[in-house]
T-cell receptor
Framework: QKEVEQDPGPLSVPEGAIVSLNCTYS??????FMWYRQYSRKGPELLMY????GNKEDGRFTAQVDKSSKYISLFIRDSQPSDSATYLC?????????????FGTGTKLQVIP | NAGVMQNPRHLVRRRGQEARLRCSPM?????VYWYRQLPEEGLKFMVY????????ESGMPKERFSAEFPKEGPSILRIQQVVRGDSAAYFC?????????????FGDGTRLSIL
């Protein structure tokens, strides 16, 4: 079983829809949770970063963490064609005194105008 | 541009040649990470370095691959005697260091193609 599971998609939605992206994980040592957005032929760009369970909002983006269920989500409101990208969840757990990041495989999102 | 800089953006090599990929971290960052990404796959950790030290190389193949981060200059990922299977996008990320948890910031990668 992978430490982090993420549905690869692709996920196609109409412009203006609410998008829900999810990851599950198995390692209880994960403490910090991040979402990255990666456009084609570019590097991952940090979108959201959170530590505790609960919600964190930034503009049209909301990150949700449920540590008891080992489940994290990213919601995108009023989705735009420019949101079309691959979204990677990432988690940090301390390993040997430093913070090692484990990534999901990414969900490809397409927002149709 | 204060972001993570990687060069070259594209690199073509023939089988058996050497590939050198360079990464300059963000200003103020002293920790560098290298990842490999294959099409339709996630980011696979390769190696984590601080200035003049390799901290974790558990994701790097034992043969042909090496990495360094000298006191002066960029971090270098070196692949000797390249094979077709080395074709991938290689990403570098950097972070400030220990203490508080700091997310990694990525460069735009080097796309390596092996003929």
């Amino acid at each position: 079983q992978k430490e982090v599971e993420q549905d690869p998609g692709p996920l196609s939605v109409p412009e203006g829809a609410i998008v829900s992206l999810n990851c599950t994980y198995s390692n209880s040592a994960f403490q910090y949770f991040m979402w990255y957005r990666q456009y084609s032929r570019k590097g991952p760009e940090l979108l959201m970063y959170t530590y505790s369970s609960g919600n964190k909002e930034d503009g049209r983006f909301t990150a949700q963490v449920d540590k008891s269920s080992k489940y994290i989500s990213l919601f995108i409101r009023d989705s735009q064609p420019s949101d079309s990208a691959t979204y990677l969840c990432a988690m940090i757990g301390e390993t040997g005194g430093y913070q090692k990041v484990t990534f999901g495989t990414g969900t490809k999102l397409q927002v149709i105008p | 541009n204060a972001g993570v800089m990687q060069n070259p953006r594209h690199l073509v090599r023939r089988r058996g040649q050497e590939a050198r990929l360079r990464c300059s971290p963000m200003k103020g960052h002293s920790h560098v990470y290298w990842y490999r990404q294959l099409p339709e796959e996630g980011l696979k950790f390769m190696v984590y370095l601080q200035k003049e030290n390799i901290i974790d190389e558990s994701g790097m193949p034992k043969e042909r691959f090496s990495a360094e981060f000298p006191k002066e200059g960029p971090s270098i990922l070196r692949i000797q005697q390249v094979v077709r299977g080395d074709s991938a996008a290689y990403f570098c990320a950097s972070s400030p260091g220990f203490g508080t948890i700091q997310p990694q910031h990525f460069g735009d990668g080097t796309r390596l193609s092996i003929l």
